[in-house]
């Protein structure tokens, strides 16, 4: 995990989330709330570290079942028809 981009705060804004301390950043010194990233993204792998706990592993193959997901939906989106698919 790069310490450096997004993905570090996600993950501790889904870990605070699951640790009933709320959406708040939890990386610094002291809690406080959180205002910048929207809250559905950090829901979600809260629900995941509750369930299957606080292994980053987890979250990055949760990440790609919802990867494969996008693509199948988007084959079903581009290709409404099967039968125009196989032509």
């Keep these: ?29 002291e809690v406080t709330p959180h205002n910048h990233f929207p809250p559905g993204y950090p829901y979600f792998v809260s629900k995941i570290i509750k369930v299957f706990g606080d292994n980053i592993e987890t979250v990055k193959k949760a990440n790609g079942f919802l990867m494969y997901g996008s693509v199948i939906l988007l084959f079903f989106v581009t290709f409404p028809d099967f039968d125009t698919f196989l032509r």
């Design 1 to 29: 995990m790069d310490n450096n981009g997004d993905n570090i705060y996600y993950f501790a804004l889904g870990k605070a989330l699951s640790e009933g301390l709320g959406y708040s950043n939890s990386m610094g010194y």
